[in-house]
Structure formats: structure tokens, C-alpha cells
């Protein structure tokens, strides 16, 4: 090597992807230097095996294409990994550790500060703030996250670099506060990162309480210190003006500072409302991941996972029909093992497929409150309109239809406990932000329309007396 220097070539390419992509998408997926070359290849260097597969896969073609046309020869790139120091915690080390830079190789070792080489993870306990079994060893990996795990594990190795901010996205229950904090676990124990993790809520009401104080300085140099900070739920903040305000200034101060920022929300940004817009793009800049319901053999490791770490003896065949019967949440998922659990240590006897069924029998699909099942509000709600069933629970969107279904989500939401999730499932496998979203319309029409209220309530009332 050393005859072949294609480095310019790179240099001209980077200016046209440049001019071609978003100024978002190319800060985010060209954050890759050159190295070196061979006689047929350009050397980049990536942060990690994630981002290098994600430029593969969205860019590699392109990018070989136009090496071509501007060299007139094939030229392929290929990726090397190397972990980078992040410019921000050199100069600021956090409280617990200072980090030095002695050779670029060793950049991402962080050593004790004029101590003997070691390895933080001995030398740290858990963190105040995090779970500690919120972890990825811990954490079960299928098709239905495996996007956002590997983001995850991606950030907390090399936190504000590649990723940032991100936003994890998805319904209850589905693993999204796991995930944020098992990045803060990891980076904190690992890295010695300073996290801060705190719900929209607590952020919100902090804030406030702060103002009423007279100690936003504090509050504000509070969040302001933190190499990663993790705040989970932003669907909260929606009309919260003043805490959005703050938020993004805090948002602002971090990322110029190379600092990971990373949220969670129960639907994607787009559909929040009352979000100011310069929040909202700050939301949208970066990485946003979703989480979705979990495959049936996903939850059927996930299950055996829990039960392993609990210790317990459940047979398989129990495990299965937990898996085949709630599909939805892995918080009811590991709800009903928990209750299967308790009910055998009560009884000192060993869980069968039998007791299984008994126990179980409540949270499997039946009737959670009222005696009220979603079939049943369908059926009520679809007579009521002189609709099909079949109809109102399908795919068609004319407004005939559509109405009456937004009434039977809202309603469902209304007197069940089932979970956006759940509903959307039952009402033809639509997303759990469609049931979201049709809810939030029936409400604005009961502003405007007061005597929709009416008719609700007459429908409840149907269904309530439909089984009797
Ligand atoms: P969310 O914040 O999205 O509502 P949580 O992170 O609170 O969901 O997850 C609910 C429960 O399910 C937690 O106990 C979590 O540990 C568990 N859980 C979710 N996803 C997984 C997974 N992939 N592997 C193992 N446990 C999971
Ligand atoms: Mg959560």
C-alpha cells in the first residue's frame, strides 16, 4: 500500500452526498474517514459493526457507483472499526473518573485517574438512578427490536458519536425504559459516562419546582453536567410549553457538547400534538428506532429467560401457552408467569398445564373489566350503525365506516384496559397509533359536538347489558 492514494477521490464524494442527502442524513451516516487504499479499495473507518452494516446496506451501492463514475475504474470501499474518543469527556471528565488520551489506539479505555490500570466495571456499584436488571444480558433480542437493541448496545459504546440524539419509539409494555436504561447501565459501569435519567414527568415537575424556588441555575446545571441523559416518556410534555422550552435549550447545550441524548415516546413524533415545531425537529434529528410487539418465538425466550434468572421450575408447555395466549406486551407477558409463580409458592405445588389453564384463565383474552370484551363493543357499535362486524373491525376507510370504528376504539379505551396495542390488534392488526389517533379524533369532535356524548353513553350502556 502507500502507491495508491484515493483519498481525493472519497474527498469529492463526500461533497456530492453532501449536496445529494440532508444535511440530517448525512451527519449522521458519513461520519466516516478515510484511511487508506489498495490498489482497488478505499479503507473507511466506521464507529461500530452496526453503523457499518447500516452504511452497507443504505450506501454502499451508491457510493460505489459514483467512485466509478468519477474515477472511471471499479473501486470498492470496505469499512474497518474504530471506536472513537469523544472530544466532549476529555476536556470535562465526568465526576467519578478522568479520562486521558495518551495514544489514539487506547482512546476508548478509560482509566482510573493516576491509579494502576483498571477496569471501572470493578470499581462501580449500581446506579442510584437505574434499574439494575434493566441490562442487555437481560434483555431478549428478536426481529421485533433488533434494530433498536443494536442502536442501543451501538450508544453506550460510544455514546454521542454515531447515534445522537435517538429516539426509541413503541407501545407500552414493549420494552422501551428496559432498553433506555440498559444503555445507562452499560455506559455508566463500563465507561464511567455521568447518566441522568429522568421520566418527562419528573423533568416536567422538577422544573417547576425549580421555578418556584428560585433554583433554575441549579436545575439547569443539573442537566446540563450529563454525559448521557436518558428521559423516558416525552410523550408527556405534550402542552407543557415552558418545560419544552427548557428542554430544548438543555437538548441544545448537550448535543454542541457531543453529549448522547436519548428518549422514549409511545408513538412516533409526528403524531404528537401540541410539541412546539423547534422541539420537534430535535426529536427528529438522529436515529429514530421502534419497538414492536414481539414475535411468538421471541416471547417464548423471553419467558424462558425469566424464568431462568427467577429460578423456578415451569415446563415448557406452560411457557407456550403464556406465549400463544398473550401476544401483545411483555409486561403482561412476565405478569402472568409472576402470578403463576406466587400461586405456586402459596400452594408448594409445581406449576402444570393444567393450573396453567385455571390461573391463567382471566388474563388470557377474557374479559377484563365490566365483563366487557373488544367483540363485544364491536358487535354493539357495528348494529348500532347497521354496519358488518367483519366491516368495522377490516381494512376499509370510508368515512361510514371509519367513524363508527374510532367510536369503538374510544370506547374500548374508555371501559377496558386493554392496551392501544391490544386494541389495534383486534381491530384488523392496525398499529397501536392508529387506535391512538382515533381516539384523539373522538375527542375533538366531542369538543365540537357535545351530543356525541350522549350517544357514547348510550352505547356503553349496551354493551354493558349485552351479555346479560
Ligand atoms: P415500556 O417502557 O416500553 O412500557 P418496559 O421497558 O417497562 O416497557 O418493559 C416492560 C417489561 O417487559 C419490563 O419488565 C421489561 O424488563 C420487560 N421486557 C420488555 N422487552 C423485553 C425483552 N426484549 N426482553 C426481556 N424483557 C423485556
Ligand atoms: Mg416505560
Known amino acids: 500500500m502507500g502507491t495508491w492514494d484515493y483519498s481525493i477521490f472519497w474527498k469529492e464524494t463526500l461533497n456530492q452526498f453532501k449536496n445529494e442527502l440532508s444535511e440530517q442524513e448525512f451527519t449522521m451516516w458519513f461520519n466516516m474517514e478515510y484511511e487508506t487504499s489498495s490498489d482497488s479499495a478505499i479503507i473507511l473507518s466506521v464507529p461500530s459493526a452496526f453503523y457499518r452494516d447500516q452504511v452497507k446496506q443504505r450506501y454502499q451501492n451508491r457510493i460505489e457507483t459514483k467512485l466509478l463514475e468519477l ?34 489506539k487506547e482512546s476508548v479505555k478509560i482509566y482510573q485517574s493516576s491509579k494502576p490500570a483498571a477496569p471501572v466495571s470493578t470499581e462501580r456499584g449500581n446506579h442510584p438512578l437505574l434499574r439494575k436488571d434493566y441490562t442487555f444480558d437481560n434483555f431478549v433480542i ?27 419509539y413503541g407501545g407500552v409494555g414493549l420494552g422501551k425504559t428496559h432498553l433506555m436504561q440498559a444503555i445507562g ?11 441522568i435519567y ?27 453536567t450529563a454525559d448521557i441523559l436518558l428521559i423516558d416518556d416525552i410523550h408527556f410534555l405534550q402542552k407543557k410549553t415552558e418545560t419544552q422550552e427548557e428542554l430544548f435549550h438543555t437538548f441544545n447545550a448537550l448535543y454542541d457538547a457531543n453529549k448522547q441524548i436519548i428518549f422514549t415516546c409511545d408513538r412516533p413524533v409526528s403524531e404528537l400534538k401540541n410539541l412546539s415545531e423547534r422541539l420537534r425537529s430535535r426529536f427528529e434529528r438522529g436515529l429514530n428506532v421502534d419497538l414492536q410487539p414481539p414475535s411468538y418465538e421471541t416471547r417464548c425466550a423471553i419467558l424462558s ?6 429460578g423456578v421450575d415451569i415446563p415448557q ?39 396453567a389453564q385455571q390461573q391463567l384463565r382471566d388474563s388470557f383474552g377474557a374479559p377484563k373489566q365490566n365483563n366487557v370484551t373488544i367483540e ?26 371509519s367513524f363508527p370504528r374510532q367510536l369503538a376504539m374510544y370506547i374500548a379505551r374508555e371501559i377496558t384496559e386493554y392496551s392501544t396495542t391490544e386494541l389495534g390488534m383486534e381491530f384488523g392488526g392496525r398499529d397501536h397509533t392508529t387506535v391512538m389517533h382515533g381516539c384523539q379524533s373522538i375527542e375533538q369532535r366531542l369538543k365540537a359536538e357535545p351530543s356525541l ?6 352505547l356503553m350502556k349496551m354493551i354493558k347489558d349485552f351479555n346479560s
Not at 158 to 168: D, F, H, K, M
Not at 337 to 350: D, F, Q, V
Not at 389 to 399: E, P, V
Open 453 to 458: 356524548e350522549t350517544t357514547i353513553q348510550k
Open 198 to 224: 429522568v421520566t418527562a414527568e419528573s423533568f416536567t415537575n422538577e422544573f417547576v419546582e425549580s421555578i418556584q424556588h428560585n433554583s433554575t441555575k441549579a436545575f439547569k446545571d443539573k442537566y446540563r
Open 376 to 401: 363485544t363493543i364491536q358487535k354493539v357499535v357495528a348494529e348500532y350503525f347497521s354496519l358488518s362486524f367483519n366491516d368495522l373491525k377490516g381494512k376499509k376507510r370510508t368515512k361510514a365506516i
Open 305 to 310: 429467560k425469566k424464568v431462568e434468572s427467577r
Open 71 to 104: 474515477t472511471g475504474h471499479s473501486i470498492s470501499i470496505e469499512f474497518e472499526i474504530k471506536q472513537r474518543t469523544r472530544p466532549a469527556m476529555q476536556d470535562k471528565p465526568s465526576e467519578h473518573e478522568s479520562v486521558h488520551k495518551d495514544d489514539e
Open 185 to 195: 447501565n452499560l455506559a455508566w459501569k463500563e465507561k464511567g459516562c455521568k447518566v
Open 142 to 168: 428478536g426481529e421485533n427490536n433488533k434494530f433498536a437493541a443494536n442502536a442501543a448496545i451501538a450508544m453506550s459504546k460510544n455514546p454521542g458519536t454515531a447515534y445522537n440524539p435517538c429516539l426509541i
Open 317 to 355: 408447555e406452560v411457557i407456550n401457552l403464556i406465549a400463544k395466549n398473550i401476544s401483545s406486551n411483555v409486561r403482561d407477558l412476565e405478569a402472568s408467569l409472576t402470578k403463576l409463580i406466587a400461586y405456586a409458592e402459596l400452594t408448594h405445588k409445581p406449576v402444570t398445564l393444567e393450573t
